[in-house]
């Protein structure tokens, strides 16, 4: 494993992601942000949250694998929320929860979550990037 995740003394423990990854890898693979859509382009979960953060992380497993990695090879996460409010966090960690489930593995790396005005298309609510390091 090419990852190895740390929450280091002095920093609070999330939860939800560690505080930090190391990379000893030396392929970087970057995934472009990932927004709810199927693979014939139709938006899945139009106005529900955590279907399309679900979808979200679908995809961007579909596109590790295709690299060769998994979740586990993930250094940082980027997370773009449309209109963002903390009331939506219980179902932007569904979502997780949701893909975790399908997936069998449950993403933790490092991890920022940022509000945004608008996404490409009007339906989208969320669009998550990640980058990894594989051996």
């Avoid at 942000?33 to 497993?61: F, I, K, P």
């Avoid at 009331?87 to 979502?95: A, Q, V």
Wanted: charged share 20%.
């Amino acid at each position: 494993m090419a990852i190895t995740l740390v929450d280091p003394e002095g920093l609070p423990k999330v939860g939800a992601y560690r505080q930090v990854a190391v990379a000893t890898g030396s392929r970087l693979v970057f995934v472009a942000g990932q927004v709810a859509w199927d693979a014939d382009g139709a938006t899945v979960g139009a106005g529900d949250l955590a279907a399309q953060v679900e979808r979200c992380y679908l995809n961007v497993h579909t596109a590790l694998t295709a690299a060769g990695g998994t979740f586990a090879d993930i250094a940082k996460l980027t997370v773009y929320v449309v209109d963002w409010t903390p009331d939506k966090m219980p179902h932007f960690l569904d979502g997780v929860a949701r893909a975790a489930a399908r997936l069998g593995e449950t993403p933790a790396a490092p991890g920022t979550l940022v509000g945004v005005a608008a996404l490409d298309v009007p339906e989208h609510l969320v669009e998550v990037e990640a980058t990894a390091v594989l051996d």
